[in-house]
């Protein structure tokens, strides 16, 4: 295996944690210290301007429409700029829910529009209808990941891709990013490393095999090249998500 240590920068942790996203970090922490490789974990707030070198992997996690908004804003313009750089040269940018709608063009809500980071081409919108809420099961196809990620997602805005983007994978079981086109998260950016889901649980300890494909991917080696890990916990989850999906 590689050497190296994974650099995470975990944007807005206070505000953006809502279902403790925050637990996710936690899965990229143990699985690193199991293998022996070295984790750095840094925090950027409000206010806060980021290195677009010094980190590996950017994390955002969901979070409540009013501390989203503060978010919105402050990506938008404090860390515009550096998130784009990091992800021209291939850092991963990990965002779930909250996090997911801010990567794109805008949030549009009832009475106000939230700005995007306008990392991949995505729009999300407030749309009637009751609230996409339940547990999700998606087949996703990531070189050396995991083939079906289960979570569970919990949101009104209905998000749609630009006819350029690809989901990060399709529904097998719930609705996705807007219950129509069958389609859930995203996968962009200029080296496809720019990752969006609606999944939270938190999501990782669920889907250890997507906790090592961003590992990898951030560290620039193949999940091949990772150590293995005992993961049943994992398959078990997995069996229950196939079951569910009739599969």
């Known amino acids: 295996m590689a050497d190296g240590t994974l650099r995470v920068c975990a944007l807005y942790p206070d505000l953006m944690n809502i279902y403790a996203d925050r637990g996710n970090l936690t899965v990229f922490e143990r699985r ?4 022996g490789v070295g984790f750095e974990l840094a925090g950027a707030g409000i206010g806060d301007a980021i290195d677009p070198d ?41 965002a779930v829910c909250g996090g997911l709608q801010l990567l794109g063009h805008g949030y549009d809500l009832e009475d106000e529009r939230l700005p995007g980071v306008g990392l ?40 749609y891709l630009g ?48 906790a090592d494909w961003l590992t990898a991917t951030a560290l620039g080696f193949a999940v091949a090249d990772l150590p293995p890990l005992d993961d049943g916990l994992e398959a078990a ?11």
């Open 54 to 94: 010094a980190h590996d992997l950017f994390y955002i996690g969901g979070g409540q429409d009013r501390d989203q908004a503060l978010c919105a804003r402050d990506l938008a313009t404090v860390k515009r700029a550096a998130l784009h750089a990091a992800a021209a040269r291939g850092a991963v940018v990990f």
């Open 32 to 35: 690193c210290a199991w293998r």
């Open 163 to 210: 006819a350029g983007e690809r989901p990060l994978g399709q529904v097998l079981k719930g609705n996705g990013n807007n219950g129509k086109d069958g389609g859930e998260g995203v996968r962009g950016g200029p080296h496809g490393t720019v990752i969006g889901t609606y999944m939270h649980g938190p999501l990782l300890p669920k889907n250890t095999g997507l």
């Open 237 to 247: 989850a997995h069996g229950e998500a196939r079951r569910a999906a009739g599969m």
């Open 120 to 159: 991949v081409d995505l729009d999300t919108r407030r749309e009637s209808g009751p609230r996409l809420l339940g547990n999700i099961a998606i087949a996703v196809d990531l070189p050396g990941g995991p083939p079906i990620l289960a979570g569970f997602e919990n949101h009104a805005g209905r998000t």
